[in-house]
């Protein structure tokens, strides 16, 4: 079992910069896509982006491209978010999941229920 815990999350400015990770321990998760989604107050969750294993796929929601970039360090089995130019709007708790079963797929996932490890979650607040 691959557990995954999020980290990096904060108060912060708008305008400003937060860095997001996610570490993922236990079983290897060699293979998997990993994606960021997030959920507001009142909302439902919603997809950011996402990374296939060889990271030659990217996938970002409008609201995240031009501002946010996703990338990954398999050796150290971790994904980042940095996210710059932070409004409002992306107030938000961060969660990191992977799908295991990327590589049967032809496309990344960016529907939720294509991922099937989830972290905990992280907070991110962005003062205006």
């Known amino acids: 079992q691959v557990q995954l815990v999020e980290s990096g999350g904060g108060l912060v400015q708008a305008g400003g910069s937060l860095r997001l990770s996610c570490a993922a321990s236990g079983r290897t998760c060699r293979g998997y896509a990993m994606g960021w989604f997030r959920q507001a107050p009142g909302r439902e969750r919603e997809f950011v982006a996402a990374?296939?294993?060889?990271?030659?796929?990217?996938s970002y929601a409008d609201s995240a491209k031009g501002r946010f970039t996703i990338s990954r360090d398999n050796a150290k089995n971790t994904v980042y978010l940095q996210m710059n130019s932070l409004k409002p709007e992306d107030t938000a708790v961060y969660y990191c999941a992977g799908d295991s079963n990327a590589q049967t797929k032809i496309r990344i996932g960016i529907s939720e229920r294509e991922y099937n490890v989830w972290g905990q979650g992280t907070q991110v607040t962005v003062s205006s």
């Open positions: 990374i296939s294993w060889t990271g030659a796929r990217i």
